[in-house]
């Protein structure tokens, strides 16, 4: 298991100013920073205009703008006229009987994964995803994503490809509890996959609550005290967030682990929920893993672990198929009969400019 390694924050003068710019090398060792990235976890365009490092490392980063305003509320105004949200829900793992809970405290949003079904009868929504993930790719130095594999399927061993993305919507004090991204290294192999990065985009601004907090980042640095001030970010309408559940070599990371804290009185947050996965060698030796491969739809309703509890680890399961669960349910939950989640995959679309529609 790799070293997590010590935390290391940016100067608090340029926290205060909204993070480092990262184009500007003066201000920091560029050059180690993204060798950095490049080993350790993924590679990341630092002269994006407007990019802002809010931690070294663990990295985490802030791009302000990355959708329009207008982008910002016409995805908004799809998913709501789509009628496709519903209670978000944990997975299965360690929760058992809590598993795929409509009214688990754990998790109180409400969401929408946006597999095969929800795009093709929702253009607008297609449309979003489709600009969110290339402006993703170019951020992340993939150009086009030639090498990557396709959106929502498992990838090959060492191929990145983008989960199914996720919407999800805030009411006054609902929230996401401490969890992480990143899986444990049994349920990785498990599933056939490891998360090496979360994109998030922020659809609306919130003026109190729904902030991103990272429980394991106290802005002093060292060892974690949850009566400190950790770092947080703020929903800003457009503004993207981009951070790294686990390492190059499959390991998760738990410096990652966040929270999405309570919205405010008054307040209702809309936030997207990108994952990026690699499929990791030697994972589908289990037989019914090795007939999944290749075709296993990637899709999410949650996170993996807590460290709120760490007894109870809130399993991400990689979401089913039409025909039958997925192999993380099989392997993790045997016989249990809870519902079930459509197969996704995504398709290239439009997007851009002022709003998505069709």
């Not at 209670?87 to 929760?95: A, M």
């Not at 994109?199 to 609550?209: A, D, P, W």
């Not at 499959?250 to 804290?261: K, V």
Request: proline share 7%; net charge neutral; hydrophobic share 40%.
């Amino acid at each position: 298991m790799q070293e997590a390694g010590a935390i290391r924050p940016i100067p608090p003068e340029h926290l205060a100013a909204g993070g480092l710019p990262a184009a500007d090398g003066s201000l920091y060792d560029r050059p180690a920073f993204e060798t950095q990235m490049a080993e350790r976890f993924l590679p990341v365009d630092l002269d994006t205009p407007g990019l802002r490092i809010m931690h070294f490392d663990p990295p985490v980063f802030t791009l302000p703008g990355f959708f329009t305003e207008e982008q910002c509320d016409d995805a908004v105004a799809a998913a709501l006229e789509s009628g496709t949200l519903v209670p978000s829900k944990v997975g299965g793992g360690n929760l058992k009987d809590m598993a795929y809970a409509e009214d688990n405290p754990y998790r109180t949003s409400s969401s929408v994964l946006l597999d095969a079904q929800v795009q093709a009868a929702h253009p607008r929504l297609r449309q979003m995803a489709a600009a969110l993930q290339s402006k993703g790719l170019r951020l992340l130095g993939q150009g086009d994503g030639a090498s990557w594999g396709p959106p929502g399927k498992l990838p090959a061993p060492g191929q990145y490809c983008y989960e199914s993305l996720q919407m999800a919507r805030y009411e006054t004090g609902q929230h996401f509890l401490a969890h992480e991204d990143g899986f444990p290294a049994g349920l990785a192999r498990s599933n056939g996959f490891q998360r090496h990065a979360t994109l998030l985009v922020y659809l609306n601004s919130t003026q109190e609550g729904g902030a991103t907090r990272f429980d394991m980042l106290n802005l002093a640095g060292g060892a974690t005290r949850f009566d400190m001030l950790n770092l947080a970010v703020q929903p800003q309408k457009g503004k993207a967030l981009l951070f790294f559940p686990a390492f190059a070599d499959g390991t998760s990371d738990p410096r990652s682990l966040h929270t999405a804290e309570d919205a405010a009185e008054g307040n209702i947050k809309w936030v997207t929920q990108q994952w990026v996965a690699r499929g990791l060698a030697g994972a589908a030796a289990d037989p019914i893993q090795a007939a999944l491969a290749g075709s296993l739809p990637l899709g999410s309703g949650s996170s993996s672990t807590s460290a709120a509890a760490p007894a109870v680890q809130p399993a991400q399961r990689a979401a089913a198929a039409d025909e039958g669960p997925s192999a993380a349910e099989v392997l993790l939950a045997g016989k249990r009969s809870k519902g079930k989640k459509k197969g996704d995959k995504k398709k290239g679309g439009g997007g851009g400019g002022k709003g998505f529609g069709a």
